[in-house]
């Protein structure tokens, strides 16, 4: 059984660029979640879709975007990217949205904006 | 709100001592409680998680858990540790609700020395 895989696993940016990240779900799972880590901190949670539709957000801007396709992969969208959007972006995937579903996690994408 | 307080940024430990890593949570409603490890560059790794029933929750790697409501705290303990254990440790809360997104508390760094 395949994990949750991530790519790029590292992607430089300057400011104001846009920049897409990918995630491919673990098999059967039909949930997927992006959190954003940066340095020294927990992941924080920027939204969830499960079965293509946005199903939560987190406090995050318009700028930051995703969509899931009809294999359950998802993609994080960040527009007019800005130095603080600098951290490791994590994608998780889980079996279902329900209550205490556990979320596996992918080995992220860490981006770096100049 | 919820919130997740992880009292301690690092443990140093002996190999082989016994560890506690503290974990307080703060909510209104009902919670589904984890603890995830992060490797060097690596993504999250479930260790174990509390749903209901047993307040003692046993995990992977000889890694347990006490949930106790009336202090709300979820703290983890193995009876001893080694070398390999070294790496974050990141307590989360979930209401399970629609998103059943996690809220993570700030990490708690292992280091086990020889």
């Known amino acids: 059984e395949t994990g949750v895989t991530q790519s790029p696993t590292h992607l430089i940016k300057t400011r104001g660029q846009q920049v897409t990240l990918r995630c491919s779900s673990q098999s059967g799972h039909n949930t997927v979640s992006w959190y954003q880590q940066a340095l020294g901190q927990g992941p924080q949670f920027i939204f969830q879709?499960?079965?293509?539709?946005?199903?939560g957000r987190g406090n995050f801007p318009p700028r930051f975007s995703g969509l899931q396709f009809p294999n359950y992969s998802s993609e994080l969208n960040v527009n007019a990217l800005e130095l603080d959007d600098s951290a490791l972006y994590l994608c998780?995937?889980?079996?279902?949205?329900?209550?205490?579903?556990?979320?596996?996690f992918g080995p992220g994408t860490r981006l770096l904006v100049l | 709100a919820q919130s997740v307080t992880q009292l301690d940024s690092q443990v140093p430990v002996f190999e082989e001592a016994p560890v506690e890593l503290r974990c307080n949570y703060s909510?209104?409603?009902?919670?589904?409680l984890f603890w995830y490890v992060q490797y060097p560059n690596q993504g999250l790794q479930l260790l174990l998680k509390?749903?209901?029933?047993?307040?003692l929750v046993k995990g992977i790697n000889g890694f347990e858990a006490e949930f106790n409501k009336s202090q709300t705290s979820f703290h983890l303990r193995k009876p001893s540790v080694h070398i390999s254990d070294t790496a974050e440790y990141f307590c989360?809360?979930?209401?399970?609700?629609?998103?059943?997104?996690?809220?993570f508390g700030t990490g708690t760094l292992l280091a086990v020395q020889p």
């Open positions: 909510s209104s409603v009902s919670v589904y």
């Open positions: 998780a995937s889980s079996l279902d949205q329900g209550r205490g579903e556990t979320q596996y």
């Open positions: 879709y499960y079965r293509e539709e946005e199903n």
């Open positions: 989360a809360v979930s209401d399970g609700g629609a998103t059943n997104k996690l809220i």
């Open positions: 509390y749903l209901s029933g047993s307040t």
